[in-house]
């Protein structure tokens, strides 16, 4: 295959041009590297490199201005814009930077086409006026000062480009209507230069006047590639462009045009490919690789074109591991590094301008991988330390104070640079995160890649700084965030590698004027290649059209140029598209692809694949009682077996696994709202202060109003035991609270009602620490039952054996028809079994004599009264004994040993249990 740049080498080797003296201008940079290869094959002696420049290179030379960078233009022009704004309706920068973005970008389109900017600016301005959404006749402040916006575009743009030219500076655009101004001069200056521009197709005015102007002039050369497919076509929107330089340009009229080709028309092998989702295109693309490395090693002539840029790393993580050569030619977006994320938490948290830090907030940045290392001392990882202390204490909001008290000295300084406060101050923030940085740098080894990241992250902040201190308007965090966040949004960390060896991945516009016999392009979809009907301006789209401004329509075109373009010379042609509908971009595949189709020159294969990716059988974990396991068995069988940790077990046996067996506790994360259990525990304790001293006695009404007395001081004291330092005092904290004393004092008040009825009530126990030990045949230990019964009372003779619940609790919760049932079912029979094993250990125990009643009073159903334990004689029967009887406790045991029997027994495993 000759591509096209080795095609106009030769090309102007054979009209005698001496190549070393001649300018090449390219479209990109990239371009030239491969023009260096071809030249030295081509070439029979050593000879100096020609200039090789790229557009904006040599428009830039040509204007004698010095191109800023997108935030140094922004800040010029909030410079201007503070210069005509009374200080009383001026934006603070962030505000301004919104939309000023916008507006530079508009100024460059204007400039760059050549637009009458007075013209365009007071068209915008008559536009407003009429369109303005207020009926009044009379316009309010509102109206007036959105008015004034568009009176003044035009003034922002005089003052703004008079500053910069002043100071011999330029945006683009300005720097490209500069470069006209100065063509004749350009060319009167420099006759013996001989230009040479290859691979141009859409031109902007300033571009084609320039080139138009060094043709008529005899100073270049222009040399088009095109196929004539697309040129002879006359609404195809490949050739739409170099149409019109054909139509329009006196010198092509006149002249030769070089060149159309007939690449497109030969045969070749195309594949439309649909696959599912951003990473399954990045398996396929691994998939395809692989295919093409076991036919060909040589990967030089195969090209990966992404057309999404996030796409970068699943496809570089997919790339067959035999394929050791790979250039990357778009570099990696710095705001998908691992680095980003922890100066955004490191904003995040200082943007409130607080000294009072949430725990979360605290804990994620501490924790960042980034920076975790730097908290390991030789007495410890402190990082566990700080959490866990949080955690036990229920530390919701912490100062650097309280951190420090709680870290060991040799971090104290790690969390000043993290956590001192930052005083809204650009400077402050600045200095603390280069401090940071320079704190990491001694954690990474030399070699690390993420010394690499750091290198460019420290390069970004000197960047801010020099801002900062060149034009002073980040005053404040907000502002200074928001240009971090746009720098970060166009920085990229290159990637070293052999420009001309092996695979070659690049975005679309890399692909400009290089040709490949492979060609792989991804996110071939509707809203991304082309990106569609976007309108990021301030310029409508009839004022575009009135003044020959570049729509999304002639921005769809240049896509399709490059898309064409890159078929051109392929022979193999893989175009893979998401076939999942996406919510913003949708998941239609692109009009390219239909357009080909609809062409008929090629043979199209459609496939719709989906990755290799390995399926994972989702199988329930099974554990088998090895000896280890049977041993802790034994030891947790004579400590005893509470009713909850049974009840566990037939929930899920590998909850019990992790929890009995291993002693892995289930995570307790800081209480920012008071707990279910707290809640639940607060209201144990509390009763059982009023009525442990009551022990043996019968209940008075004395008794019970002086407990209501004291509800709010106990319930107080509970909480600020089990809740450590948390807050109670506002919030959800405060109802939950409330909560508490109104259950217990309605509870309270339930009990005189029984009181007041006549009824006599005895408190027998409260809670009563049970254990017992079970006798079991067929094993060749003891085994125990222990557990805490929350109250025994008798009412009118009637023993009761008493659960306490916070939560909601319905009475058929409490009832059983099958005993079989019992150990199977936990959510219909888990209150059953522990109220029936507080019954049977206090039995065994001789503290009760049968029958008694067993059941749970529910906090939350308070109105319900005592839900008494039942057996049914069917689950359609109403009839149900309630009284816990010698039988009843007898089918209660044989269950309760099959139970232990199935936990205990070697050749049953711990098989997980799917939940709902």
């Given at each position: 295959m000759s591509g096209f740049i080795k095609s106009v080498l030769l090309d102007l080797q054979k009209k005698g041009k001496k190549l070393d003296k001649l300018y090449f201008i390219l479209?990109?940079?990239?371009?030239?590297?491969?023009?260096?290869?071809?030249?030295?094959?081509?070439?029979?002696?050593?000879?100096?490199?020609?200039?090789?420049?790229?557009?904006?290179?040599?428009?830039?030379?040509?204007?004698?201005l010095?191109?800023?960078?997108?935030?140094?233009?922004?800040?010029?022009?909030?410079?201007?814009?503070?210069?005509?704004?009374?200080?009383?309706?001026?934006?603070?920068?962030?505000?301004?930077?919104?939309?000023?973005?916008?507006?530079?970008?508009?100024?460059?389109?204007?400039?760059?086409?050549?637009?009458?900017?007075?013209?365009?600016?007071?068209?915008?301005?008559?536009?407003?006026?009429?369109?303005?959404?207020?009926?009044e006749t009379e316009q309010t402040s509102l109206v007036k000062s959105y008015l004034k916006f568009w009176r003044h575009l035009k003034i922002y743009y005089n003052v703004f480009t008079d500053n910069l030219l002043s100071h011999k500076q330029g945006y683009q655009g300005l720097i490209y209507r500069e470069a006209v101004e100065n063509l004749e001069s350009y060319i009167e200056n420099n006759t013996g230069k001989d230009h040479v521009f290859l691979g141009f197709n859409a031109l902007n005015t300033c571009e084609s006047l320039i080139i138009q102007g060094l043709l008529q002039s005899e100073l270049a050369h222009v040399y088009w590639d095109i196929d004539t497919v697309f040129l002879q076509d006359k609404i195809h929107d490949a050739g739409l462009f170099i149409r019109q330089h054909t139509e329009k340009w006196n010198y092509l009229k006149t002249n030769p045009f070089n060149w159309a080709t007939s690449n497109y028309s030969e045969k070749k092998n195309i594949k439309v490919i649909g696959v599912p989702k951003l990473v399954g295109q990045a398996k396929y693309i691994g998939q395809i690789l692989e295919s093409i490395h076991s036919e060909n090693s040589d990967l030089r002539n195969t090209a990966v074109v992404l057309g999404e840029e996030n796409l970068l790393i699943p496809v570089l993580n997919s790339i067959p591991e035999q394929i050791n050569k790979v250039n990357v030619t778009m570099g990696l977006p710095l705001k998908f590094v691992p680095l980003a994320s922890l100066f955004e938490q490191l904003f995040s948290i200082h943007k409130k301008n607080t000294t009072s830090y949430y725990?979360?907030?605290?804990?994620?940045?501490?924790?960042?991988?980034?920076?975790?290392?730097?908290?390991?001392?030789?007495?410890?990882?402190?990082?566990?330390?700080?959490?866990n202390y949080i955690q036990k204490n229920n530390l919701v909001h912490l100062t650097l104070h309280d951190l420090k008290k709680i870290a060991h000295n040799n971090?104290?300084?790690?969390?000043?640079?993290?956590?001192?406060?930052?005083?809204?101050?650009?400077?402050?923030?600045?200095?603390?995160?280069?401090?940071?940085?320079?704190?990491?740098?001694?954690n990474f080894s030399s070699t690390s890649l993420e010394l690499e990241y750091l290198y460019r992250f420290h390069t970004l902040f000197n960047q801010l700084s020099e801002l900062n201190n060149t034009y002073q308007h980040l005053n404040s965090i907000e502002s200074l965030f928001k240009v971090y966040k746009d720098v970060l949004q166009n920085e990229t960390l290159d990637f070293k590698g052999e420009p001309l060896e092996g695979l070659q991945i690049m975005g679309m516009l890399e692909s400009r004027v290089l040709d490949f016999e492979t060609v792989i392009i991804s996110s071939v979809n509707e809203g991304i290649l082309p990106s569609g009907k976007t309108n990021n301006s301030f310029i409508p789209f009839d004022v575009k059209l009135q003044n020959q401004l570049?729509?999304?329509?002639?921005?769809?075109?240049?896509?399709?140029?490059?898309?064409?373009?890159?078929?051109?010379?392929?022979?193999?042609?893989?175009?893979?598209?998401?076939?999942?509908?996406?919510?913003?971009?949708?998941?239609?595949?692109?009009?390219?692809?239909?357009?080909?189709?609809?062409?008929?020159?090629?043979?199209?294969?459609?496939?719709?694949?989906?990755?290799?990716?390995?399926?994972?059988?989702?199988?329930?974990?099974?554990?088998?009682?090895?000896?280890?396991?049977?041993?802790?068995?034994?030891?947790?069988?004579?400590?005893?077996?509470?009713?909850?940790s049974l009840t566990n077990y037939i929930r899920n046996p590998l909850d019990f696994y992790y929890e009995k067996i291993l002693?892995?506790?289930?995570?307790?994360?800081?209480?920012?709202?008071?707990?279910?259990?707290?809640?639940?525990?607060?209201?144990?304790?509390?009763?059982?202060?009023?009525?442990?001293?009551?022990?043996?006695?019968?209940?008075t009404i004395d008794d019970l109003n002086s407990f209501k007395l004291q509800i709010k001081q106990q319930v107080t004291h509970h909480f600020k035991d089990l809740y450590k330092d948390g807050d109670f005092t506002s919030g959800k904290n405060l109802i939950i609270f409330e909560i508490a004393q109104r259950y217990i004092l309605n509870f309270i008040n339930s009990e005189i009602d029984i009181l007041k009825s006549g009824k006599k009530l005895k408190i027998l126990a409260?809670?009563?620490?049970?254990?017992?030990?079970?006798?079991?045949?067929?094993?060749?230990f003891k085994v125990a039952l222990k557990g805490k019964v929350d109250r025994v009372d008798e009412l009118d003779g009637t023993i009761r054996v008493i659960d306490y619940k916070s939560g909601k609790v319905?009475?058929?919760?409490?009832?059983?028809?099958?005993?079989?049932?019992?150990?199977?079912?936990?959510?219909?029979?888990?209150?059953s079994f522990q109220i029936l094993s507080y019954a049977y250990m206090m039995h065994q125990n001789k503290k009760i004599e049968l029958p008694v009643e067993a059941g749970i009073i529910s906090f939350k159903n308070l109105n319900e009264g005592f839900l008494k334990f039942g057996v049914k004689e069917s689950t359609r029967s109403k009839k149900k004994n309630q009284l816990i009887t010698e039988e009843t406790l007898n089918n209660f045991e044989v269950e309760l040993k099959k139970l232990i029997l199935e936990i205990c027994n070697p050749n049953i495993d711990f098989i997980e249990k799917e939940l709902d």
């Open positions: 479209p990109s940079k990239r371009a030239g590297v491969f023009l260096k290869h071809h030249l030295s094959k081509i070439i029979d002696k050593p000879i100096f490199a020609p200039h090789i420049l790229s557009i904006e290179e040599f428009v830039e030379e040509m204007s004698g010095k191109s800023l960078s997108n935030y140094d233009a922004l800040c010029s022009l909030y410079t201007a814009y503070l210069e005509v704004t009374p200080r009383r309706n001026q934006e603070p920068f962030e505000a301004f930077s919104s939309w000023a973005h916008i507006l530079i970008q508009d100024f460059n389109e204007i400039d760059r086409y050549l637009g009458n900017q007075t013209a365009i600016f007071d068209y915008l301005q008559a536009i407003k006026e009429i369109d303005h959404w207020s009926l725990f979360r907030d605290i804990i994620d940045l501490i924790f960042h991988p980034s920076i975790n290392g730097l908290f390991e001392t030789e007495q410890d990882n402190q990082l566990n330390h700080i959490s971090v104290h300084h790690i969390l000043d640079i993290l956590l001192s406060p930052w005083e809204n101050s650009s400077k402050v923030a600045l200095d603390y995160c280069s401090d940071l940085i320079q704190l990491m740098k001694s570049p729509t999304y329509k002639e921005k769809d075109a240049v896509y399709t140029y490059h898309f064409y373009r890159l078929l051109q010379r392929a022979k193999n042609v893989y175009i893979l598209y998401n076939t999942e509908i996406d919510t913003l971009k949708g998941g239609e595949k692109s009009r390219f692809i239909t357009q080909m189709e609809v062409e008929g020159i090629h043979k199209i294969d459609h496939i719709i694949a989906s990755p290799n990716v390995p399926i994972v059988d989702k199988k329930l974990k099974q554990i088998a009682k090895t000896d280890g396991v049977l041993s802790k068995l034994k030891e947790l069988s004579c400590k005893g077996f509470s009713p909850s002693g892995i506790k289930e995570f307790e994360d800081v209480e920012e709202n008071i707990a279910a259990n707290t809640l639940g525990s607060v209201i144990h304790n509390t009763l059982e202060d009023f009525y442990k001293p009551l022990e043996g006695k019968f209940l409260i809670e009563s620490d049970e254990k017992i030990e079970l006798d079991i045949d067929r094993l060749p319905e009475q058929n919760k409490v009832e059983i028809v099958n005993w079989e049932d019992l150990t199977t079912d936990y959510d219909k029979y888990s209150k």
